[in-house]
């Protein structure tokens, strides 16, 4: 028998890519989890994988993880530090550099993941449908690129 499709607040932004990730980005500064589920596609596929962590399918078990890493973390501080954007009519990948800051007993501890966020245009407007984060140093700042290619 197939799983009731969990239903999701939309959220209550503007209609890009963008506004969806500023929402996303302040959901977890905030320990919002309400705010960061409404910026996820009403799908029963969406994806999400934290650093280290397994393959999150669904709502549910994105909920669930969350629910737990605020319980014990609090809010979680990220800063979006570097980010290339490829966007289409209907889809758009951001990959970023977050600068994440981790309370431990010695105090503050920086650390830095490198993400991707994909985002769909959505009946309810664009909505994240993956988020996948690798752990990365402060190196990935410093980009390598082949530059800018030219054609004939």
């Not at 910026?39 to 078990?61: H, K, M, N, S, T």
């Not at 449908?129 to 752990?135: E, G």
Request: proline share 5%; hydrophobic share 45%.
């Amino acid at each position: 028998m197939p799983r009731p499709k969990a239903k999701l607040q939309a959220a209550t932004v503007g209609g890009s890519a963008d506004d969806i990730e500023a929402a996303f980005y302040e959901a977890l500064q905030l320990g919002d989890i309400d705010k960061f589920m409404a910026c996820w596609a009403d799908e029963d596929e969406i994806v999400c994988v934290y650093p280290g962590g397994a393959r999150l399918v669904g709502a549910q078990a994105i909920r669930t993880v969350l629910e737990h890493m605020f319980a014990n973390n609090g809010a979680i501080r990220i800063t979006p530090e570097r980010v290339r954007k490829v966007q289409a009519l209907a889809s758009a990948v951001h990959n970023i550099v977050e600068r994440i800051e981790v309370m431990t007993n010695e105090g503050p501890h920086e650390a830095w993941v490198v993400a991707t966020n994909v985002y769909h245009k959505t009946a309810q407007g664009w909505r994240l449908v993956a988020h996948h984060a690798s752990p990365g140093t402060a190196q990935d700042l410093q980009e390598a690129s082949a530059g800018p290619q030219v054609l004939h």
